[in-house]
């Protein structure tokens, strides 16, 4: 089961970064992507909307399939309204977790994306919150230290 930390609200930080407007090739560098940079806020590319964005760190394997692995941090939005297949934190009789969410007429069945886990299916009685949905992972590329 994939759970959610709280690491806190986002705010907007209005530091602006050079961005290439241009895809990367993973092989040989091209020399004219020294000719085409840019300006661009980390603000506007993660779509930070404080104070109604904040961030979490995934604990757990059960969304690999959507591309979020453990020690991830997602990117969520309180102000988002949560549509069937998005990803969403929620909170599941006091436990926070990260899947994405199906509906099926009345039935709320929160899918995780791994099939080695099962999917959790809202029953009478359970309470369930959408805390928000997930617009953007952060992974580190490195030795794997955050």
Same mark, same amino acid.
């Given at each position: 089961m994939s759970n959610a930390v709280f690491i806190g609200t986002v705010t907007p930080s209005g530091?602006?970064?050079?961005?290439?407007?241009?895809?990367?090739?993973?092989?040989?560098?091209?020399p004219a992507l020294d000719?085409?940079?840019q300006k661009i806020s980390l603000d506007t590319l993660l779509d930070v909307h404080a104070p109604h964005t904040y961030l979490v760190r995934v604990s757990g394997e059960s969304m690999t399939g959507a591309?979020?692995?453990d020690g991830d941090i997602l990117v969520v939005s309180r102000a988002a309204?949560?549509?069937h297949r998005d990803i969403v934190v929620a909170a599941v009789n006091g436990e926070v977790l990260v899947k994405r969410l199906i509906r099926?007429?009345?039935?709320i069945i929160l899918q995780p994306e791994?099939?080695?886990? /099962?999917?959790l299916h809202i029953l009478e =009685?359970?309470?369930l919150q959408i805390w928000?949905?997930?617009?953007? /992972?952060?992974?580190?590329?490195?030795? =794997?230290?955050?």
């Open positions: 530091t602006l970064i050079s961005c290439f407007d241009t895809r990367v090739p993973a092989g040989f560098p091209s000719h085409m940079e591309g979020i692995h309204n949560a549509k099926r007429g009345k039935q791994n099939p080695a886990f /099962s999917p =009685g359970d309470e928000g949905v997930v617009r953007n /992972s952060i992974r580190w590329h490195d030795t =794997g230290e955050k």
